[in-house]
């Protein structure tokens, strides 16, 4: 099946169907697919969740400025879906991408069914209501329940549902609810050939799982939470109406941060520093402060990494306005009957092991590198560096090359960064695909 596109213009005259295949619509992934359609490029933006906005969508506010993640975020991917140089696949992913003699690309991209007709749905959501199945969802980092037909989250884009099929129990109820027809049991996976003139990989990083390192009881005790379920406890559109302890609802007064869980630890695999990790953690505890105004928030760390712009001015905020700082490294954690947390920890200024008590644990997660970027290619032929991240073949004089010429990285694919360096890769990754389609397809 050819893929349908209005704007399709048989790129640089050569058959290509696109100028550019961006994958990963995460916040390097629309910078980059923007920037090449504001240069007059067709452009097709292949995400495999149901939604645009990578991991920046389910972030509160960013640091250092504190400025609200997803008023940031959502004008952004708002332009990228209706900008006419844009086709968006979501709930696909790409396959055998292969160079062709002339320097362009064919992939297949392989289109998920969501049941559901995307031209119809107008985002009711009265199927949702009507659904018997409830299962974790994913988008709430497993807080709290969804249903088997849902809508992703509230600012999704687009805003419209999808049914887990692997939890849906064939009811029909949503089927017979749904006033605009959109339920289609029917649908199948489609496989969508593609020709491209350059690649632009924007696959992001994967969190770590706590659950490997089992002496922080993450998955056992209910009060161990990671980061990302923080930030999901501090945005707008937040699970529970403010911050509690997952045991029993209580409302925390005495909560420890664990930095560097997953990084910089050859024992999990994971020997480098995650870079955001030490910052994050000191926004969520002033963010937590103002939440909970009486509560202490105790952030043990082995270094503090504030090295980017304003970084060191925001740390010595968060000590300014009560945040402890304890330079110790947290061997294991246990659970009281009561749900507080027993932290045991090597306290590194003085050289003893001491124990300290908690209301609710937050285990600051590394970043690890998207395994998925590699299979993409035939025969293997993307190179990775030694921590399984895209390869930058030219890392300081040009950040976005990578092993294959005309394939490009962008953002946290290539390692781990925070959003002002994923914006400035994407911007680097689309000048150099410009550069690559007029050297090669506009002679
Ligand atoms: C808890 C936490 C808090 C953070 N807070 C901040 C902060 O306050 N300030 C800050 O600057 N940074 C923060 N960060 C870092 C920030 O999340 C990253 O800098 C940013 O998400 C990187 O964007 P990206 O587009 O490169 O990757 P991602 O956000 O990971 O997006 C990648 C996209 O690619 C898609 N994708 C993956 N594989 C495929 C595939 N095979 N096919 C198609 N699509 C695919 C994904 O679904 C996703 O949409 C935080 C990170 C965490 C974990
Ligand atoms: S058919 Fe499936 S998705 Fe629809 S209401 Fe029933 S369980 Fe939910
Ligand atoms: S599938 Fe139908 S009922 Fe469900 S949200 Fe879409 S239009 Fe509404």
Do not use: W
Request: aromatic share 8%; proline share 5%.
């Amino acid at each position: 099946m050819m893929i349908e596109n209005e704007n399709l213009t048989d790129s640089a005259e050569n058959g290509a169907n696109y100028d550019v295949l961006v994958i990963g619509g995460g916040i390097a992934g629309e910078e980059a697919s923007l920037n090449l359609a504001n240069m007059g490029y067709q452009v097709l933006l292949v995400e495999k969740d149901l939604s645009l906005g990578g991991k920046m969508i389910h972030l509160s506010k960013v640091f250092p400025t504190l400025d609200c993640a997803a008023c940031i975020t959502t004008p952004k991917v708002s332009e990228t879906m209706r900008h006419p140089n844009i086709k968006i696949l979501t709930n696909s992913v790409v396959e055998d991408i292969e160079k062709n003699g002339n320097g362009s690309f064919t992939a297949k991209v392989v289109k998920k069914p969501r049941y559901v007709i995307e031209e119809n749905c107008t985002g009711c959501q009265e199927c949702e209501d009507k659904c018997p199945v409830v299962v974790e969802d994913q988008y709430q980092y497993g807080l709290v329940g969804r249903k088997a037909v849902y809508v992703p989250f509230s600012i999704a884009s687009p805003r419209i549902v999808a049914i887990d099929i692997e939890n849906c129990i064939l009811c029909g109820l949503c089927e017979k609810v749904c006033p605009a027809d959109a339920i289609d049991f029917t649908q199948e996976i489609e496989e969508i050939p593609v020709k491209v003139n350059s690649v632009i990989l924007a696959t992001g990083f994967n969190l770590f799982e706590p659950e490997v390192i089992t002496r922080y009881g993450y998955g056992k005790f209910k009060n161990v939470v990671t980061s990302m379920q923080m930030e999901r406890q501090l945005v707008p559109t937040r699970p529970y109406n403010g911050v509690l302890r997952p045991k029993d609802g209580k409302m925390p007064d005495n909560i420890a941060y664990v930095l560097c869980t997953g990084s910089r630890d050859h024992t999990v695999g994971n020997p480098i520093c995650s870079q955001v990790c030490c910052m994050y953690s000191i926004k969520q505890a002033q963010l937590l402060l103002g939440a909970l105004p009486m509560a202490d928030v105790t952030i043990y760390y082995l270094h503090i990494r504030a090295f980017g712009k304003g970084f060191c001015e925001f740390y010595q905020q968060g000590i300014g306005m009560g945040v402890e700082f304890v330079k110790g490294k947290v061997g294991r954690i246990h659970e009281k009957e009561d749900g507080n947390l027993i932290l045991r920890y090597e306290d590194i200024e003085e050289g003893v092991v001491k124990e300290a008590e908690h209301d609710l644990v937050v285990l600051s997660v590394g970043l690890l590198a998207n395994p998925e970027t590699k299979g993409m290619f035939s025969n293997d032929s993307l190179a990775l560096d030694a921590f399984d991240y895209v390869k930058q073949v030219d890392e300081l004089i040009n950040p976005a090359k990578t092993s294959i010429d005309g394939v490009f990285v962008a953002g946290a694919a290539s390692g781990p960064m925070d959003i002002p360096d994923s914006i400035l890769s994407a911007g680097a990754a689309s000048s150099e695909t410009a550069s690559y389609i007029r050297r090669y397809h506009e002679k």
